[in-house]
Structure formats: C-alpha cells, structure tokens
C-alpha cells in the first residue's frame, strides 16, 4: 500500500530543527527519524536518546532507531548513524501523520498515550523554530554610517 500520509519537505526540516533544538538544550545526542508505516498509510517521526553500555534497563521506553535505509533528521547531535545499524534508545516522544478532519499531527509521549492532536505542527514541539524577518537595515540613520558628506 502506498504512503498516503507522508512528510514534506518542509514538515521534515522543521522536524530535525527541531532535533538539532533538543540536542543542545538537553545536552545530549538526539535521533530524530521518519518511519514508514506501509501497511498503515502513514509515516511518523520518532525523536530519542541513544542508550549506552553502561545504561541501566530501568523503566525507559525503548525503541530501535537507525537500521537500513534510515531517514535521519537534523544532525543527530553528531552520530554517525550511516552504518545501517540499529541504536538502541530511550523514546522521547513522535509526531504521526493523521488522516482525521482537522488533525494532521497526532502527538505520542514515550507510553504511547495521544497527548495532542492539532493541524500545526508548531504546536507540538516544544520551541517556536519559526524563520523570523530580518529588521531592515537602518545604517544610514545612524550616525557615523552611511555616506559621506560633500565638500
């Protein structure tokens, strides 16, 4: 079955903008991949903590990220991930791509609980990575710049 639910372009800088937000703020190295649901019609970006060695089991929700064929976003705070190996992680949160009327975005915590459902994507991620405008450049109003006066 095709994908009849799929990321765009723009919908997938914003998604590993918003990995590469989350990888400075924590600290740490966070994966954020698009996985296809075939059988389902629909894709969905997981964003996760890669889990070393010496991580304890403990009560984190695990998932498996990487593997062949991939589709990364943002930088993954550094890893090198294009070994076709799948990384072992603690699961942070997804977006999936949602066919209902009025809701293209459906927010899952780490148990897999819905936690939100919106048109926006905006509205799911915990930082506004909207480009803002540049302020025009008001060089020759100040003093000392602009041209020079003539004799």
Not at 79 to 105: F, I, K, N, T
Request: glycine fraction near 12%; hydrophobic fraction near 40%.
């Amino acid at each position: 079955m095709p994908l009849s639910l799929a990321f765009t372009p723009a919908e997938a800088d914003l998604l590993g903008r918003t990995a590469d937000a989350l990888c400075a703020w924590l600290g740490k190295p966070v994966i954020a991949e698009i996985v296809s649901e075939p059988e389902e019609g629909y894709e969905w970006a997981l964003f996760a903590l890669p889990l070393g060695p010496k991580d304890e089991d403990g009560d984190r929700p695990r998932v498996q990220a990487g593997g062949p064929g991939a589709r990364f976003l943002g930088n993954c705070g550094g890893l090198d991930l294009g070994d076709g190996q799948a990384v072992d992680c603690e699961l942070l949160w997804a977006v999936q791509l949602s066919d209902l009327e009025g809701v293209r975005y459906i927010k899952v915590d780490a148990q897999g609980e819905e936690v939100a459902w919106t048109d926006t994507l905006t509205d799911l991620l915990p930082f506004d990575l909207q480009e803002t405008e540049t302020p025009p450049d008001d060089e020759e109003d100040e003093p000392g710049h602009g041209s020079v006066p003539a004799d």
